[in-house]
């Protein structure tokens, strides 16, 4: 079946990078859009950034200047390049992707990778 895995999270001084990586597999056909969506305690999931299968993006007003999303098509993977990061960027950040497998698409999530930006 189809999976995300995120990877690159972890703890981070303000100012400071990270690099976040989200690789599908299983039986996939194609993917469609590949996101970026963040979690802070106590508040919704929201949108960070989305990349399209042809390279187009859209950025979050909070995050555009600091933060990239770019991906690899043929390996299946989003990258979210974080600089410049802040206290308030902590959150677990989670991989979504538009996934098509056999006779259908789907929207799939990834199970989050922690992002904590110290002051």
């Known amino acids: 079946h189809v999976q995300l895995a995120e990877s690159g999270g972890g703890l981070v001084q303000s100012g400071g990078s990270l690099r976040l990586f989200c690789v599908a597999s299983?039986?996939?056909?194609?993917?469609?859009?590949m996101g970026w969506y963040r979690q802070a305690p106590g508040k919704q999931r929201e949108l960070v950034a989305v990349i399209s299968s042809g390279g187009n993006t859209n950025y979050a007003d909070f995050v555009k200047g600091r933060f990239t999303i770019s991906r690899d098509t043929a390996e299946k993977t989003v990258y979210l390049q974080m600089n410049s990061l802040r206290p308030e960027d902590t959150a677990v950040y989670y991989c979504?992707?538009?996934?098509?497998?056999?006779?259908?698409?789907?929207?799939?999530w990834g199970q989050g990778t922690q992002v904590t930006v110290s002051s």
């Open positions: 979504n992707a538009d996934i098509r497998t056999i006779g259908s698409h789907n929207d799939y």
């Open positions: 299983g039986i996939i056909f194609g993917v469609n859009a």
